[in-house]
Every structure is written in structure tokens, then in C-alpha cells.
């Protein structure tokens, strides 16, 4: 089954971090770029940081660059979103992405005191 099956997030104070992981089924999870989005509550869902198929290149949203980290391990065919130093403006629900076109379920990540 072609799947991304995510885990992790959660509530956490601000400046805290916390880790996300997106696990690959079903396809060749090496072969296509890695994406992490997020959407708050009553907001777009906007793209939050890439990776590309090897992990060699990433890139990232002005509002998490030097806080957010994408990374991945094509040996456990899982990608990652390191976040530290958490705001109250991070809340929102959290979804990888690859470009074979398949989204992940979807974690809530609350950032609040």
C-alpha cells in the first residue's frame, strides 16, 4: 500500500522543540523530493520546508529558517522535521508530502503555555 504514516508532535511550551517523522510505504521513497506543510486554523496550508530525493539540498519558509530542520534516512525510507525553539505561531497541523503525490495523515503540533 502506498502510504506516509506520520508520528510525533504534540503539545509543547514555547521555545520548546519537538520531532516529526514521515514513514514511507508502498513506493521508492528515495527516488522523490520530501515536503513538510503546515496549516493553522483558518489559514492556508503553506509549504514549510523541502528536501530532495538524496538529502544533499533542502530548503525553508523565512518564518522556520534557522529553526526547523528537514531531514531523511532512505535506508528507513522516513523523513524528518526537527523543530526547535517553538512559537505560538507553529501551532498548526503538520503533513509530509512527497512528490509522488501522497500525503501523510497529518499531525497537530500546539505550542502554548
Known amino acids: 500500500q502506498v502510504q506516509l504514516v506520520q508520528s510525533g508532535g504534540g503539545l509543547v511550551q514555547p521555545g520548546g522543540s519537538l520531532r516529526l517523522s514521515c514513514e514511507a510505504s508502498?513506493?521508492?521513497?528515495?527516488?522523490?523530493?520530501m515536503r513538510w506543510y503546515r496549516q493553522a486554523p483558518g489559514k492556508e496550508r503553506e509549504l514549510v520546508a523541502t528536501?530532495?530525493?538524496?538529502?544533499?539540498?533542502?530548503s525553508y519558509a523565512d518564518s522556520v529558517k534557522g529553526r526547523f530542520t528537514i531531514s531523511r534516512d532512505n535506508a528507513k525510507n522516513t523523513a524528518y522535521l526537527q523543530m526547535n525553539t517553538l512559537k505560538l505561531e507553529d501551532t498548526a497541523v503538520y503533513y509530509c508530502?512527497?512528490?509522488?503525490?501522497?500525503w501523510g495523515q497529518g499531525t497537530q503540533v500546539t505550542v502554548s503555555s
Open positions: 508502498g513506493f521508492t521513497f528515495s527516488s522523490y523530493f
Open positions: 508530502y512527497s512528490d509522488r503525490e501522497i
Open positions: 528536501i530532495s530525493s538524496a538529502g544533499g539540498t533542502t
